[in-house]
Structure formats: C-alpha cells, structure tokens
C-alpha cells in the first residue's frame, strides 16, 4: 500500500469516525468532499441535496464555488436535459458530461458554468439501497475530461460513503425527535407520568407529578415510593407494585402526602417497563382524585343526611334501625326515640323561618352533645327528631337520656334578637316486645309521642304494649294531685296590684295552694308544671276559676266599685276548644261580671300558633274579659310581636324588677318596654316589688302598677277582706 493510499484509508476511516461520533451532517460532507477531491485530483466536488417536496436538488455550500453559482443551483429542478445533476438524478443514473459548452443539457446555463471555469461535470445519483433518492454526487473540471475507471470508482465510493452520512444523520435526526418527542409529551402530560426502577426507586417524572406531590423531581428522583404514600396505605401500593413488577397492568388508589403535609387520594395506573421480554421497570400514571372523592362523599352525604342540621335523613336512619334490629336478634336492647318539638310551628309564624331553621340547628347540635356518639340521631323534616339507642341493659339509661334532652332543649335559644324557649315532647319504644316489623317499632314510639303530647307536652312517655308507663318520680305526686281536688286540699290566695301613683289597689291575681296532707304546702311552681304535664291542669285550673270567681263576688258584695280579679291560665288549658264554653258557664254561674275578670297568660301560649290565640283573645275582649302577658321577657315573644295581640297589660317578669336597680342595661331593658308598652296603649305591671327603691325606680319609669310582698303577700279571702283600700306608696315628686 503507498503512502498516498494509506493516508486516504485513513482518511475513510476519520470520516466513518465523524459518522459514528453523529458530528454535524456539513461537516463530514465536507471532509468526504476534501477525500474525494485527494483521490480526484483537479476535482471540484459538488454535493446537492434532493428535496422531495419540491423535487429539486441545492448544492451544498462549501470553499469550491462561487457564491453566485451556489445561489444560481439552488431548489434547481431535476429532470431529463436539467443540466448534468438534474438528469442524473432524474434518470437515477450516472452522467457524464465531457464538454459543457457543448452539452445541450447545460442550454441557458453555458455562462453560468463559463464564468465559474467549469468545463466538465460527471454526477453520480445518491441512492438508498431501497432506490431512495437522496441528492447527486458530482465533480467538475476545468477542461473537458472522460473518467477513467478508477476515477469512476472513485466517485462510486464516494457517493456511498455521503448516502451513508446523509442516512445515519436523519436516523440520529429522527431517533432525536422521538425521544424529544417522548419528552414533551411526559413532560407536558396532564397526569403525572413516571418511572420507577425494579426496587421502586423514581427513575423519572414529570411536571404533573411534581405538582401533584408537592416534591421536585429532585427531590423524588432516585428515592422510594414510599415517602409519597400515608403509612397506613404502604402496604397495599407495595404489593401493587410487586404486581406490576411481576408483569401485570395495575390500577390502584391510595392516600398520598403532600409535601404541605395535607392528604389526598391518587389514582394510578402502573405497567411493567418490558424491553426484549424482560420487566426493567414500572410504568405508571397517576392523577389526584381528591375533589372526585369529596364530590362522590358529598353526593353519599347528601343523600343520607338533612342538609339544614347534618344529622342523618329518614332514609339512613331507617337503614341503621334494620341493620340494628338484625344485630340485636330480638335482645331488646334497642330503643327508638320520636321526638317533636313543641310548638315549633308559632316560631315559624313569629319570627319567622330563618329563625326556625337556627332554633332546628341548635336543636340538633344538643341533641347530638346530650345523646352521645353511640345514639344513632336523625331528623325527618320539620320539628321531628328520632333517636336509636343502641345496647342499653336498663331502662333507666334510657329515661335519663330522655330527662336529659327535655332539660337541655329548655334552656333558651338565642337567635339573632330573639330568645326563643322551646321544649319537647318524646315518645319512645323498645323493641323488648316482640315486633312483626321494624316499622313497628316506629309506630310504636308514635303512639308514645302522642300520649306524651296529650300529657301536656315537654315530657316523655314510654310506649310498652297499650299501657303506658308515666315518668316515676312524678308518679306519686301526680297520683296526690289527683286526690287534692277531690278532697279540696287547694286554696287560693289573693296578692293585691296597687296603682303605682296613688296607691290604691286596682286588683288582686289569684294564685294558687296546695295544702298536701303530708309535705305541707306545695309551690305553685312545683305542681302547676307538673300538672300540665300530665293535663291534670284542665280540671285543676277550671275549679281555680270558678273559685277565684266565686270569691271575687263575695268579697265585692261588701264594695261600692267592684274589684278585678286576675286569674293564671296555663297555655293548655287556654288553648282548649272547650275553654270559652267553661269561661261562659263560670261566668254564668258566680254571676261575675266579665269586666271583673281578667286572664294572666304567658307567652309560651304562642306556640301553637299565633293566629288562634289571637282570635281567642278577640272574642274575650268582646266578651268584656281582659288577657294580661305575664312574664313578660323571659319567652321567645319579640316586642314586635306584642303589636298583633290583643293585650292591654304586660306583666315585667320578676326577674327584671330584681335588677333594675343594679344593672343598667336590664334598666334600659325595662324603661323600653314601659315606653313601647305605652306607645301601643297598654299599662305596665311590674311583678315581685320587694324594697322601696325597686319601687320607685319603677314609679320613676311609669311603670303604672306594681306588685310585690312590699305592698302586700298573696294572701286568703279572709285577710283581703280586711286589707284597706289604700296600700303605703311614696309619691315620686
Ligand atoms: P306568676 O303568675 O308570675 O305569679 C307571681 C308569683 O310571684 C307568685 O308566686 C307570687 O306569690 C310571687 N310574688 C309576688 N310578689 C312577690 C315578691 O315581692 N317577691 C317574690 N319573691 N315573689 C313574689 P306563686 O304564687 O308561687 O306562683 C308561681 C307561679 O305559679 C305563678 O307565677 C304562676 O305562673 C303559677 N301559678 C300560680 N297560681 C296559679 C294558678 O292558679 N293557675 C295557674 N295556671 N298558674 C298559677
Ligand atoms: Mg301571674
Ligand atoms: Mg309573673
């Protein structure tokens, strides 16, 4: 081998070197061109490239022509007579052009070529083995010339070795663009996308996936899985991998961590990374579902609960009761509690819905503190509640729950301005009885909940077979209630209301005694509320009014101007169809004149709808019967309230008078009321005046009446008769 051969060979072989290294496509064309031209001596080698789409061929630029002739063989048409490369490339076979000047297919270009001193041209097709055309090989001379076989070679080889350039340059173009390709589309991929190795180390990851754990890749690239994923669900994303590292498409949900520490639900999907058959990784692609999940908990919550309080809906709490009834297998050891509020329905006409929907959530956020996690609580719309009570081995659990809830609900509410007083009436059942159906035992604690309304509500009543068991400590002395009218251990006495200014009594209020044979005198307030209760205080308080009338009479036989008497009525007993008919017959029988008479009541009488009560108080104020507001501030009723009834007289509960002297605010409290009280024509009264500065306050405030034990005791008939007319007031100058 010369020397001269050695260092072409050499040469090749840099050039296959620079293929190899993928170095730029120019370059090594330039350096086959600078090969050619060594083994063509006096060669100028023209390499173009074929464009497919337009089907033309541009000369590659290099040191050898002009720049005039490489802008002149630009996007230069192929075809039969286009010049020497043209119909080579054409034809797809070699041509060989001796004399330019005399080849017809150089027609128009003669000048171009003359002034480039181009005379002969011999141009080889670059082909693909597939017959692909790529662009033309070609050398130029500077006098007319024929190649000699080797030079043919040559040229052969050299065009081979640019085919291979061109080719080995679009693989590595195209194998670029796909894992470029690859790469955007991981990295712009909506879900997170990632690799992990064979131990679930991240090999790769994307944007999504960052965004969705809160880690960068840094921080995840290379570590394990785990770190990703709530402890408690390790185990189970472990074996899913496992899964699919064994060579199986997973998909998976679990709790992963986000790097602010919230938690939130992923969904993936994992595959085995297989490469010539054999699992190199895992594949998967993830996406948070948490709003999903929270949409889909919403929808079950929403289904199952009343949206107003959040307890469960009639639905769900029919479903526990079945499932409970089955647990229990007939124990009896599940109770069901039914329970309504008592007239709700006047605070839905009073102050309004959004007031009831306040008094309803408060409700049930004590029912659930009061009946504890284990009481299963639902409302089934409007005022009604139900209750189960799970595993309860006494009866008496379930009666102190039940004294438990009415004791909470009656502590007031405050909504917005109002103070809103509300009790309950419950029914329970127990399925201790043997039950054709579960709907029996709702039925059931149904009939408990009516007796227990008939009782004068704010109780409860349990339901066992058709009697029904009272609650125990009110049992004896509701049983001695119930002798006391018969044997006549009740008495009334009289506490006089004296003019504010002169003195003078205006009228007396009856009030009830209870003289028990054993325990002495009972409170009014002990057994006035349980004889409500229990609806004992229907007959109780019609014998006070014919009492409290018949006295009246008498002690007014002695008097010029007839004194008015004042008598309590219990809302029960006032809201009964049969009370004006009562009223009519006492009247009727003591001979009471109706403008004698006057009604106490409390604002409680409101709660079974204002507009009944209303029309009541119409009739007896046509009658001649006056109906005074007693308590006045400590129920629900607002002041706007006292517009629409018919009342000519509020009673300033006790509680007031107490703290007017000592607490301004409760003194604004009450001058308001005396100042509206007036504006709307009705008279003031203030109850329980015990010292002289209660009633000069009041006197000061023009309050009209007063009563209290400063004046006078409630005393009986006998001593009001000797009480003189004019009761010691100081006069406020
Ligand atoms: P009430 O209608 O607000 O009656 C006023 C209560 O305050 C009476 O208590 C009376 O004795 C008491 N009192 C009057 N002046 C003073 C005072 O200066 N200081 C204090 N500490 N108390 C004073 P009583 O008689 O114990 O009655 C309590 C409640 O029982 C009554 O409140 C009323 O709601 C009810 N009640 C009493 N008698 C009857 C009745 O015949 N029928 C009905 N349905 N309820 C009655
Ligand atoms: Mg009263
Ligand atoms: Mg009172």
Redesign the pocket.
């Known amino acids: 081998m010369s020397d001269i051969d050695y260092l072409l060979l050499e040469a090749q072989q840099n050039i296959h070197e620079l293929i190899a290294e993928q170095k730029p496509l120019e370059q090594i064309l330039e350096a086959i061109a600078d090969w050619a031209s060594h083994m063509m001596p006096g060669s100028l080698v023209s390499i173009m490239r074929f464009n497919p789409q337009t089907d033309t061929l541009s000369l590659m630029p290099g040191r050898r022509f002009s720049d005039r002739f490489v802008e002149s063989m630009q996007n230069f048409p192929i075809g039969d007579g286009q010049g020497t490369c043209g119909t080579a490339a054409f034809t797809r076979q070699w041509v060989i052009t001796e004399n330019i000047q005399k080849d017809s297919r150089w027609d128009g270009l003669h000048d171009l070529a003359e002034a480039e001193s181009l005379r002969a041209c011999w141009s080889m097709p670059i082909l693909t083995s597939k017959g692909e055309l790529l662009g033309t090989f070609a050398t130029y001379y500077r006098a007319p010339a024929n190649p000699t076989a080797e030079a043919q070679r040559s040229l052969a080889r050299s065009t081979a070795l640019v085919a291979l350039a061109i080719l080995r340059n679009r693989d590595a173009e195209n194998l670029l663009s796909l894992a470029e390709w690859y790469q955007a589309l991981l990295t712009n991929h909506p879900d997170g996308v990632y690799t992990f190795d064979l131990e679930g180390h991240f090999q790769s990851c994307n944007r999504a996936l960052e965004d969705i754990t809160g880690f960068s890749a840094d921080q995840m690239l290379g570590r394990h899985f785990d770190f990703l994923i709530e402890p408690d669900d390790r185990a189970q994303t472990q074996a899913a991998f496992n899964r699919a590292r064994s060579g199986e498409a997973i998909a998976h949900e679990m709790m992963g961590t986000h790097a602010t520490g919230r938690l939130y639900y992923l969904q993936t999907v994992a595959f085995p990374v297989m490469i010539r058959g054999e699992v190199v990784g895992v594949y998967g692609i993830c996406r948070d579902i948490t709003r999903q999940k929270d949409q889909e908990a919403q929808i079950i919550y929403q289904r199952n609960h009343d949206l107003l309080t959040g307890l469960l809906n009639q639905a769900a709490f029919q479903e526990v009761l079945c499932h409970s009834l089955t647990a229990d297998g007939g124990a009896g050891t599940l109770a069901t509690m039914h329970l309504n509020l008592d007239g709700f329905r006047a605070i839905n006409e009073g102050p309004g819905h959004p007031t009831g929907d306040e008094v309803l959530k408060v409700v049930a956020s004590r029912l659930k503190n009061l009946a504890g996690p284990d009481v299963t609580l639902a409302r089934l719309g409007s005022d009604e509640f139900r209750l189960l009570v799970p595993g309860f081995t006494d009866r008496d659990e379930v009666i102190q729950l039940a004294e438990r809830l009415l004791a909470g609900l009656a502590e007031p509410i405050e909504v917005d301005d109002h103070k809103v007083q509300i009790s309950a009436s419950i029914g329970i059942a127990c399925n201790g009885t043997q039950l054709n159906a579960p709907y029996q035992l709702q039925q059931f604690a149904d009939l408990a909940l009516d007796r227990a309304k008939r009782q004068g509500r704010n109780t409860w009543q349990w339901y066992s077979g058709p009697k029904v068991e009272r609650s125990r400590h009110s049992v004896a002395l509701r049983q001695d209630l119930h002798t006391a009218l018969e044997e006549d251990q009740f008495e ?1 006495h009289y ?1 006089p209301l004296v003019d504010a200014v002169t003195g003078r009594m205006r009228s007396v ?4 005694r209870w003289h028990h044979p054993s325990r002495g005198m009972v ?3 002990e057994f ?1 509320p349980l004889a409500e209760q229990t609806g004992q ?1 229907v007959p109780l ?1 019609l014998w ?1 009014l014919r009492q409290a009338c018949t006295d009246i009479v008498d002690f007014n036989a002695q008097r010029e101007r007839g004194l008015r008497v004042a ?4 809302s029960l ?1 006032f809201i009964r169809d049969s009370f004006l008919d009562d009223v009519r017959q006492v009247l009727k029988e003591t001979g009471l004149p109706p403008q004698l008479l006057e009604f ?1 009541v ?1 604002e409680s009488v409101l709660l079974d709808g204002a507009e009944a009560v209303i029309e009541l108080m119409q009739t007896l104020k046509t009658m001649g019967i006056r109906v005074a507001l ?2 006045f501030g400590t129920g629900f009723s607002s002041l706007s309230y006292l517009r629409d009834l018919p009342t000519h007289k509020v ?1 300033l509960d ?1 509680s007031f008078v107490q703290e007017v002297a000592t607490d301004h605010r409760m003194a604004a409290i009450v001058q308001g009321v005396i100042t509206m009280a007036h504006h709307m024509d009705m008279m003031v009264v203030a ?4 010292t002289r500065a209660q009633q000069e306050d009041l006197a000061h405030r023009h309050c009209d009446i007063l ?4 004046f006078a ?2 005393m009986p008939l006998a001593e009001l008769k000797k009480l003189p007319e004019l009761l010691p007031v100081d006069h406020p100058e």
């Open positions: 009334i506490q209020e009856a009030l009830v409170s009014p307030g006035i205080i308080g006070i008598v309590n009525i219990s007993q106490e409390t007693d308590d009673k006790r109850e329980g005046i015990e009563q209290g034990y400063l005791r409630p």
